[in-house]
Structure formats: C-alpha cells, structure tokens
C-alpha cells in the first residue's frame, strides 16, 4: 500500500492530474475487499460491483458542488479538514479488522457526503442495492465507506501536490471522462442533478470557469508581492534605492546652491513684506479696511484651491493605482467581484393551466441540475409535447428549496384554470387552485409549513366585491346630488 502512495506522489508531481477512480480501487486490493465483505456478511464480488457503481456518482456530486464558487470553496474546505482522513488507504486494513471500524468508517463517510451534497444519501444507497442487486442495508455502508475513501485520496492528493483552492474543480472536471459511461438518470437523479446526459453535458463549461476564476488572480500577480518569483521581487527592492540615488545626485551640484540661493532670497523678501504691513497697520488706519476687504474677498477661493488640489490628488491616486494594477486584477475587480457580492434573486415558478388541464410553466432556478429536476418531474407526469415550460437558468438565483414539493404539487398544475406563483418563500393562488373547496390553499399550506407563506386570490369574490363597491359609491354619489338640487331649489 505504501508503494501504492509513492507512485501516487509521484505521479502528481508530473501533472496534477490523476484517475480519482483508480486511487480508490487502489485503495481496495482484493485482500481488504475481502476483509469488508466478511465484516459485512457479502461476497467479496457484491461489494466490489457497489464500490464499481458508488464511485462514480460520488465523484458526479462533488464534481457538481464545484460548478459554484462558493460549492467550490466549501468543498475544499471539507477535504482539508480533520475529519477527512489523508491516510486512509494505509489504515484501511487495522480499519476493518473489526466491525466497529466499518461502522464508524460508513458513519463518517455518510456525514462527510450528506455535508457536502446538503442532502441525504440513502437515495443515491438504494438506487444502487436497485442496480446491483445487494440488500440496501449493505450499500448503505459500502457507499458511506467509498465517500470516506473518495475524501481521503483527495486530501493526500492534493497536499502532496500543495495543491490551491483553483486545481480541485480541474482535477474533478478531467474525472467526467471516466465517470459518465458509469452514470445513468437513476444515479444522477436521486443527487439531484436531473438527467445523466444533460448533467455531462453542462458541468464542464461550469466548472471550467469556476477554476479560471480561482486560477486568474494568481496567473498575473503584482511584481512586487509576488512569493513564486523572488527575484522579480528582489529586482524591484533593488531598483527603489537606485531611483532614491538617482534623485539624489540630480540636485547635487551647482544646481543645488542656485536652489539655496532662491530659497534665502524668497525668505528675505517675505520678512520685508511682513514688516512693511505691520508698519502699515499701525500708522495708517485706512489700510486696515483695504486689508480687511482684500482679506475677505480673498476667502472664497482659499477653499476652492484646496478641493482643487485635493481631486487633483485623488485622480493621481487612481490613475497610479490603475497602471499598478495588472490586468488580470483589474478584470476581477471589475467583473467578477460585482457578480459575487450582488445579492442573489429568489427562484420562482409560475404555472398557469388552460381550461383542457395543459399547464404552462415559467420557472428561473440556480443551475442546470434544478432545471433538470423540474424538466424530469413534468416530463413524467404529463408527458412530451403535454406541457410548455419556459425555465431560465441564473447562477446568481437561490436555490429553489420548492423543488423538493414539486411531485406534490403535480396535480394541482393539472387542474383546469389552476393558477400558482412561487416567489422565495411566498406562494400564491389563484383561478381554480385558490377555490376553498377544492381544497388547495389548505393542502398546499400543510406542503410547505410555516416557513412559506401562502395566500389565495378568489377572483370571482374580488370581481363581486369591487362591483358591490362601485355600486355603493354610485347610490352615495346619487343622494349627494338629489340633496344639492332639494337644496338648491330651495334657495331660489
């Protein structure tokens, strides 16, 4: 096993890539596989088909935790941290020495992964006991052990690379070659990743930028700051004194005493101008008052100069920060960072049923494995070419938590006239799903719970009452006029 690490190290030191698969079936010669199946009461070749089927949707989860920056970030904060165990293809053999270690081993496996994909395995577990064949009970285990393994060969992967924040999202891209012939829509789906074909399709271009955007600050450092380059530094510390020598001997010389010989001339003449107003302020009262007007007329500008020089001084500063500045810097500044720090837009999903029970439905969601999610739900339900959808795709969009009611709500999206919105946490009804008798707001209210909030619009109850309204206003506005014209009679 030791010589299994050595190759792996020295493998990454050529290249950071590397087969994320085979380190765990480096992980798992046939002596430990056999170890685990006696402790797990399974053949040595049922637990090696889960580990073959476990694998590559594990490694389909974190390559899509890492089609986000903050996924990315999580993530890496997750292998790093202790819980993970770099060494674990080493320990392997004492771990499953006894069946305390395999549970405790499968216990940290199935927290690790339910962390890192916020949701739980068990799906992704008997989805495959669905396709191989083994009990659930067994891959539930053997698929919470994978995940500690798939963790672990990562940290020792990177820390002997060193490897940064930007190299983790590459090196799970360059595994989609391996892992989609192994990925099927029942993997795919129960991680909520929608379809296998449209997930593969898709991450790639995701992940791929959100490596170039950990990549790009660090491709063009600051001369000056750079820790990679020592001598680049070194050149330019060497550099500022020679520029301070420079502008030394440029005023040594004969030019330096005709500098002195102006400064002296400037001080003399400053304290005869100051002796001569003195003299002047106190023998000649009248030159008090021009004093005074010229004094006071001079005010104004004072601070004008002074706001002038100060922006004069702040467009210096910006323009000498700006050619400090690398390119590479200035584009994440000005691109990237405004998209970070924008506050992130509800999700929503407005369905509006025509009087045959067709639905339409217009939905913005985070990603392309939420669009697939509802793509699937309404595919299965009504069927190809039975519905039209109209789903945006933003990044900067929450979460569609409602995603997770969506089979519940398939019936309401079939009731003729049905209308919905769902706006963030707040639900509205309308048409035939707002009918009290029909009994939807209740339902729909008892689906989401106390975090939504959900409200019914009766548009018949409201026409009503806008027309009883109307009509009150016209009898008023009736007897306001017989008044005037009794009064008015009266009058003449």
């Known amino acids: 096993m030791r010589r299994v690490w050595r190759a792996l190290e020295i493998q990454g030191n050529e290249s950071m890539s590397v ?4 380190l765990i079936r480096s992980a798992l010669p046939e002596a430990v596989v056999r170890q685990l199946s006696n402790c797990l009461g399974l053949p040595p070749e049922a637990t090696a088909k889960v580990v073959n089927a476990a694998s590559p949707a594990l490694v389909a989860g974190l390559l899509n935790r890492c089609a986000t920056l903050d996924g990315a970030r999580a993530l890496f904060a997750t292998i790093l941290g202790q819980e993970v165990n770099a060494e674990i293809g080493e320990q392997l053999p004492r771990i499953f020495a006894s069946t ?9 496996g199935r927290q690790l992964l339910e962390h890192t994909f916020e949701r739980r395995i068990d799906g992704l577990s008997d989805a ?17 052990i994978a995940g500690s393994i798939l963790m672990g060969v990562l940290k020792r992967h990177l820390l002997a690379q060193q490897g940064n924040i930007g190299q983790l999202p590459t090196l799970l891209g360059q595994q989609l070659p391996v892992i989609a012939p ?4 029942g993997l795919t789906t129960v991680l909520g990743l929608g ?28 001369p000056a700051r750079d820790p990679v380059e020592p001598a680049a530094a070194a050149s330019a510390a ?7 020598t420079v502008r030394e001997v440029r005023y040594g010389g004969p030019k330096a005493k005709h500098w002195f010989g102006a400064a002296a001339l400037s001080a003399m003449l400053g304290a005869m101008t100051a002796m001569l107003t003195w003299i002047a302020l106190a023998y000649c009262p009248s030159a008090v008052n021009f004093l005074g007007r010229n004094a006071v007329a001079a005010t104004p500008s004072t601070p004008t100069i002074t706001a002038a020089r100060s922006a004069d001084a702040q467009d210096a500063a910006v323009h000498s920060a700006s050619e400090a500045q690398p390119d590479g810097a200035a584009s994440t500044t000005g691109k990237i960072e405004p998209q970070a720090l924008a506050a992130a837009k509800d999700s929503r999903l407005i369905v509006a049923v025509d009087k045959g029970g067709k639905p339409t439905i217009t939905a ?9 999610v509802l793509l699937n739900a309404l595919t299965a339900k009504f069927g190809a070419g039975n519905f039209n959808a109209d789903i945006t795709v933003d990044d900067n969009t929450k979460a569609a938590d409602w995603l997770a009611h969506i089979d519940a709500l398939l019936p309401l999206m079939q009731t003729p006239r049905a209308e919905m919105k769902i706006g963030g946490t707040r639900v509205e009804l309308s048409g035939a799903a707002a009918d009290a008798k029909a009994g939807w707001p209740d339902r729909v209210k008892a689906l989401f719970g106390a975090t939504y909030q959900v409200s019914a619009f009766d548009a018949a ?15 008023q506005t009736q007897g306001t006029q017989a008044q005037a014209a009794k009064a008015q009679a009266r009058a003449q």
């Open 364 to 372: 913005s969601v985070q990603n392309v494995a939420e669009k697939s």
């Open 182 to 185: 192994h990925l099927n829509d």
């Open 128 to 144: 495959v006991s669905m396709q191989t064949g083994v009990p659930a009970h067994a891959t539930h285990a053997v698929t919470g």
């Open 195 to 222: 379809s296998a074909s449209a997930f593969v399709n898709a991450v790639g271009l995701h992940v791929r930028a959100v490596s170039a955007h950990f990549e790009r600050p660090a491709a063009v450092p600051a």
């Open 19 to 22: 087969n994320v698969i085979e």
């Open 238 to 244: 060497a550099a500022a004194p020679a520029a301070q």
């Open 100 to 108: 305390t270690g395999v549970t405790q081993l499968s216990s940290t």
């Open 461 to 475: 109850r409201s026409a009503a009452s806008v027309t009883h309204e109307a009509r009150t206003r016209a009898a």
